[in-house]
C-alpha cells in the first residue's frame, strides 16, 4: 500500500524485551511465523529498526511509497505501533527474514478497510539488494494464505502508482486483478499520481489453490 496508515510521532517505544513476538493461536495476541523455502516472515521487532532503515528508506525502495521513517527511533516508534495496531485488530505486519539471517530487511502490511477484514488493503516493501530473487512472490502467497484462510478477509485489494512497473507487475504475477485507475489519488513530492487498483478476492484464492496448494507451514 502506497498510503501507509502510519504517521510518525513521539510515542513512547515498547521495551526491546518486549518486542519479540510469541506464537499464539489469535493473530490479534501475536502473529504467527509464516515458513517459506527461502523467506520467514514473522512479527517484526525492535531490533529491526536499523537494518529497516538501511533498506527501506533509500530513494529507490521509497519513491513509490508514503515516506518512511528516516532514523533508527523513528522505525522503532512505526514498530512499536504495529504491535497496537495489531492488538486492537485493525492491522497486521510481517517482516521479511530471508533464510540465514535474523533481521527484516522489508514488510508486507494488511490493514483493515471495513470492520473484521471483510475487506482489506495491503502493500509491501524489500531492500532493493533481495530484488529478483523471488522473495515477493513466495512472501506474498504466504500472506495470502493466511489473510483469507485465518484473518477471513473477503476482498484483498493492492494501489501501485502506474510508474511503478516493478510492483504492478508483481501483483499480476501472483494473480491480481486490474480493475481501475484511480486518478491523482497518491501525493508524491508534491505531485499527485495516478494509481492502479488491483484486487484479489477470496474465490480467486480458491481457484489458484486449486492448481497452487497453500504455503502456510
Same mark, same amino acid.
Given at each position: 500500500?502506497?498510503k501507509m496508515?502510519?504517521?510518525? @510521532?513521539q510515542?513512547r517505544t515498547v521495551?526491546r524485551?518486549a518486542a519479540v513476538?510469541t506464537?499464539d493461536?489469535d493473530?490479534?495476541?501475536?502473529?504467527?511465523?509464516?515458513e517459506?523455502?527461502?523467506i520467514?516472515?514473522?512479527e %517484526?521487532r525492535?531490533?529491526d529498526?536499523?537494518?529497516?532503515?538501511?533498506?527501506?528508506a533509500?530513494d529507490?525502495? /521509497?519513491?513509490?511509497?508514503s515516506p518512511p521513517?528516516?532514523?533508527v527511533?523513528?522505525f522503532e516508534?512505526?514498530?512499536a505501533?504495529?504491535?497496537?495496531e495489531?492488538?486492537?485488530?485493525?492491522?497486521?505486519c510481517f #517482516?521479511v527474514v530471508?533464510e540465514?539471517m !535474523?533481521?527484516?530487511v522489508?514488510?508486507f502490511?494488511?490493514?483493515?478497510?471495513?470492520?473484521d477484514f471483510?475487506?482489506a488493503e495491503?502493500g509491501?516493501?524489500?531492500?532493493s539488494a533481495?530484488?529478483?530473487? #523471488?522473495?515477493?512472490?513466495?512472501?506474498?502467497?504466504l500472506? +495470502?494464505?493466511?489473510?483469507? !484462510?485465518?484473518?477471513g478477509?473477503?476482498? +484483498?485489494? /493492492?494501489r501501485a502508482?502506474?510508474?511503478?512497473?516493478?510492483?504492478?507487475?508483481a501483483?499480476?504475477?501472483?494473480?491480481? %486483478? @486490474?480493475?481501475g485507475?484511480?486518478?491523482?489519488?497518491?501525493?508524491? !513530492?508534491g505531485?499527485?499520481?495516478?494509481q492502479v487498483?488491483w484486487?484479489?478476492? !477470496?474465490t480467486?484464492? %480458491?481457484? @489458484?489453490?486449486?492448481v497452487?496448494?497453500?504455503s502456510v507451514h
Amino acid at each position: 500500500m502506497e498510503k501507509m496508515p502510519y504517521r510518525d @510521532q513521539q510515542l513512547r517505544t515498547v521495551p526491546r524485551s518486549a518486542a519479540v513476538a510469541t506464537f499464539d493461536t489469535d493473530w490479534r495476541r501475536s502473529l504467527p511465523v509464516l515458513e517459506g523455502h527461502a523467506i520467514t516472515l514473522r512479527e %517484526l521487532r525492535i531490533s529491526d529498526a536499523p537494518t529497516l532503515l538501511s533498506m527501506l528508506a533509500t530513494d529507490e525502495v /521509497a519513491r513509490f511509497i508514503s515516506p518512511p521513517p528516516t532514523t533508527v527511533e523513528g522505525f522503532e516508534r512505526f514498530i512499536a505501533w504495529t504491535h497496537r495496531e495489531r492488538e486492537a485488530g485493525r492491522y497486521l505486519c510481517f #517482516g521479511v527474514v530471508p533464510e540465514g539471517m !535474523d533481521a527484516a530487511v522489508g514488510l508486507f502490511q494488511v490493514r483493515q478497510s471495513e470492520p473484521d477484514f471483510a475487506s482489506a488493503e495491503w502493500g509491501f516493501a524489500v531492500g532493493s539488494a533481495f530484488w529478483g530473487n #523471488g522473495f515477493f512472490v513466495e512472501g506474498a502467497n504466504l500472506v +495470502l494464505d493466511f489473510v483469507f !484462510d485465518v484473518v477471513g478477509v473477503h476482498r +484483498l485489494e /493492492a494501489r501501485a502508482a502506474v510508474q511503478n512497473g516493478r510492483g504492478n507487475g508483481a501483483l499480476r504475477k501472483i494473480g491480481a %486483478l @486490474q480493475e481501475g485507475i484511480l486518478r491523482r489519488s497518491f501525493l508524491r !513530492d508534491g505531485e499527485y499520481l495516478d494509481q492502479v487498483l488491483w484486487a484479489i478476492v !477470496d474465490t480467486d484464492r %480458491l481457484r @489458484q489453490r486449486a492448481v497452487s496448494p497453500p504455503s502456510v507451514h
